[in-house]
């Protein structure tokens, strides 16, 4: 089964190989929050780049979420930011992330760097790069970095598990932005006799006890609006401190909101220390990125998100579902 690329899709990936191939050190980041797209894509190429002999660092602001420490590799992910590691690198691979700002305190170390490789897959991308491969069509970057992985040389079973985790977890286990290639790219993974089921079982069932007192305290906020066609939730500061609960504990809540019959749109309000962060997800039919963007924000028509600074919780609730009013008539 061959899996066949546009002529523009495969020239950026020959453009890329043609980077990794012919220098010798380089820094892999992705966004800030990281997930498991990122994460999967960070990995993969890490192994890929390791195996032709290259030096390489995975460097993201944040630590990665306790549910993708089963990942391969997951140990060599660090979170240091000190500017004077731009000078061990030639090359910066950004990935998932629609602007350099997305790559938080990363973002300085990148900047330092005489040769930026850009891979993304969000709809709105600021094209930082001196090689952009974007491409909204993607399920997710490590679909896309199946392809460069693929043209490096052979992908094995520790690359497979990775790439697998950024397909299912940027899809929600294949339920949303499924592009041409998602299904023929994760059989060809399969392939390689990873274990599917468990790997799906390891990101989407083995909640953990805060995120689940976490949740019951944000069910107590859930809302609709007179349609039930918008549904939102709130976590307070409050409710994460009686949960001891981190931002990572909130895997899944804005999925639940869109997994209820008849809810087109979810919103999710998260009080943080600076501001509010809002994670909005579609069945398909409401475009949330456009509401994203207008807040300094993006993400994909189905899954967008956005951060309101200096503002209160109950502020941003009023002014994120003022913008899902229209939907009530
Ligand atoms: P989240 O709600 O954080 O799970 O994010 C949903 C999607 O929106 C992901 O593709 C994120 O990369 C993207 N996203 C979230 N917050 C922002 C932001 N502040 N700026 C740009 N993209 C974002
Ligand atoms: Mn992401
Ligand atoms: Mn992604």
Request: hydrophobic fraction near 40%.
């Amino acid at each position: 089964m061959e899996v066949k690329l546009s002529l523009q899709n495969k020239k950026k990936i020959e453009d890329i190989v043609e980077v990794l191939k012919n220098k010798k050190s380089f820094l892999i980041t992705s966004h800030i929050n990281i997930d498991g797209d990122g994460i999967g894509s960070e990995i993969s190429l890490y192994i890929a780049l390791k195996k032709i002999g290259k030096k390489v660092e995975i460097i993201n602001q944040d630590r990665i979420p306790a549910i993708f420490k089963f990942l391969p590799f997951s140990e060599v992910i660090k979170t240091v930011s000190n500017e004077e590691e731009a000078k061990n690198f030639e090359v910066g691979i950004v990935i998932d992330c629609g602007n350099l700002d997305r790559a938080g305190k990363i973002k300085k170390i990148i900047k330092k760097l005489p040769f930026i490789i850009n891979i993304d897959h969000h709809l709105t991308n600021s094209q930082f790069g001196n090689i952009n491969w974007i491409d909204p069509s993607f399920s997710s970057t490590g679909e896309m970095i199946y392809f460069v992985c693929d043209k490096l040389g052979n992908i094995d079973k520790n690359q497979a598990v990775c790439l697998y985790t950024s397909i299912i977890y940027d899809t929600y286990c294949f339920t949303h932005h499924l592009s041409n290639y998602t299904l023929d790219v994760a059989k060809k993974l399969i392939n390689l006799k990873i274990n599917p089921e468990k790997i799906a079982q390891k990101i989407f069932c083995e909640k953990s006890i805060q995120s689940v007192i976490l949740f019951k305290l944000a069910l107590e906020t859930l809302k609709f609006n007179k349609k039930k066609k918008v549904c939102s939730m709130k976590v307070t500061k409050e409710m994460f401190k009686r949960a001891k609960a981190k931002e990572e504990h909130t895997e899944g809540f804005v999925e639940f909101l869109i997994s209820i019959k008849g809810v087109e749109v979810g919103v999710l309000f998260k009080e943080k220390d600076k501001g509010v962060k809002v994670s909005m997800r579609s069945k398909g039919n409401i475009d949330v990125e456009s509401i994203a963007q207008r807040y300094n924000g993006g993400g994909h028509r189905e899954a967008a998100g956005c951060f309101l600074e200096n503002k209160g919780i109950e502020e941003v609730e009023a002014i994120i579902m003022k913008e899902l009013q229209w939907m009530e008539f």
